[in-house]
């Protein structure tokens, strides 16, 4: 489902005229009314071309209810909040004279209680499958000030748990000395804090990367050097959990599930009791369109040792040219499921070990929970793929049921846990940086 968003929607009221006199009479002709507004412009162009969306924003007065009536129309189902101001009215005239000249209105002043009842609709109408459009101006009483709080992504930080931190100066100080590795979700902290702070409102982040919740067991490796912590999509693999049990009527603390966030690169992570219990990094799982997975170390150990590459161009190969890159000279998949479909016979035989190892992953995640999960959910943007999917069903159908919540939604869930913490549902933790 689309939501359109128009904070000041306007009845667009378009004349002709003989001739435009500055300081004289003016006769109008030829008046009509159109409801207007650049979200509302979205929602006629959807149902234009057979689409369905949801107008929502702020709508006033006699004005405003003409506009909601205008609306009614299929393809569109106006769901507005009703303001105490009516909606303005915007003239344009048009002359042969002189063309087309504008009068716009200022917008409706919209209030703190109206602009939070417009939070809470655009926070129950969220999930997974529905795209918000923001388009047009703010009303007056809608100014930066008013923001609660900025939220960023969480990176690549010490293991930290899930949920929510306050941006501090420790933080930010690792971020900026680089004292974790890189990654592009590490400025997530850096620039909430450059809008936040100016404005005295406080920053988050979010669902760290690096979220580590894992028994200690679950950490040990074969190599006493070596320990092994939770690396995943964890952003999207809680927000996705969170809907389905949304969906069911299940407590998410109550539910086990298993999430496979299958993207450029691909993770699982197993979900119990609202913690991370056990993860798969992209370089401990499946190939994927752009990572090599869990690969031999003894050919790599050689590899590396070859004198061929250097440490950073082995990292390369291994994370964003390796996998179905490497084998198939793109990342794709679109293109590749052409090809099958063309008969290229290589093309299919990588593909579809993809989909094995994709299997194999949510097969050796599966046993933590020692016993069946309530839910396998595949998620990210190859879910979108119905040959991928329909592959893994048929080998892990028999886990347990699987449900396929295609696409990303690390925004929608950044701005629910904010909802929480500004809500006190959810306390935001302090962050404490440790060297590891």
């Not at 918000?132 to 748990?161: I, N, Q, T, W, Y």
């Not at 919740?213 to 950490?219: D, L, V, Y």
């Not at 809680?238 to 086990?256: M, Q």
């Amino acid at each position: 489902m689309i939501v359109t968003v128009t904070m000041n929607p306007s009845m667009d009221k378009t004349a002709e005229a003989n001739t435009l006199l500055p300081g004289g009479l003016n006769r109008l002709e030829r008046i009509v009314l159109d409801a207007g507004g650049k979200g509302v412009n979205v929602s006629k162009m959807i149902a234009a071309l057979g689409g369905k969306s949801i107008a929502t924003g702020f709508l006033g007065g006699g004005t405003g209810r003409e506009m909601d009536a205008m609306l009614r129309i299929p393809g569109i189902e106006p769901d507005f909040i009703w303001i105490s101001h009516a909606t303005r009215t915007n003239l344009k005239v048009w002359s042969e004279e002189g063309g087309i000249t504008e009068f716009n209105e200022p917008g409706a002043a919209v209030t703190e209680e109206e602009m939070r009842k417009l939070s809470a609709k655009l926070l129950d109408l969220a999930g997974p499958d529905v795209i918000f459009v923001f388009s047009g101006s703010l009303p007056r009483g809608v100014k930066p000030e008013d923001l609660a709080c900025v939220m960023g992504r969480g990176g690549l930080f010490p293991p930290v748990e899930t949920g929510g931190y306050k941006v501090n100066e420790a933080m930010k100080e690792m971020i900026i000395h680089e004292l974790i590795q890189p990654h592009a979700s590490n400025l997530g902290c850096v620039l909430a804090a450059s809008v936040a702070e100016p404005l005295g409102i406080p920053a988050y982040v979010y669902d760290c990367v690096s979220s580590d919740e894992m028994q200690e067991i679950a950490h040990i490796t074969g190599l006493p050097e070596i320990r092994r912590n939770s690396l995943c999509h964890v952003l999207n693999s809680r927000a996705v959990t969170i809907e389905y049990a949304k969906r069911v009527g299940k407590p998410f603390e109550e539910l086990d599930a298993l999430v496979a966030h299958l993207g450029g690169g691909i993770t699982m992570a197993a979900i119990r009791g609202g913690r991370i219990i056990d993860s798969l990094a992209d370089d401990a799982g499946p190939f994927a369109p752009e990572r090599t997975g869990s690969i031999p170390l003894l050919p790599i150990i050689d590899v590396c040792y070859s004198g061929l590459f250097n440490r950073r161009e082995m990292k390369r190969r291994v994370r964003g040219m390796g996998g179905l890159k490497a084998l198939l000279g793109t990342s794709d998949c679109r293109e590749i499921e052409k090809r099958i479909s063309e008969g290229d016979e290589k093309a299919k035989l990588y593909y579809d070990a993809q989909v094995y190892q994709i299997a194999k992953g949510i097969g050796l995640l599966a046993p933590v929970f020692k016993k069946a999960p309530d839910i396998i959910i595949l998620t990210g943007g190859l879910a979108f793929s119905e040959y991928i999917t329909g592959g893994v069903k048929e080998y892990v159908g028999y886990i347990a049921p699987i449900e396929i919540i295609a696409g990303e939604f690390e925004m929608e869930a950044l701005a629910r846990g904010a909802y929480r913490i500004l809500l006190g549902k959810e306390q935001a933790k302090e962050f404490i940086y440790r060297a590891t």
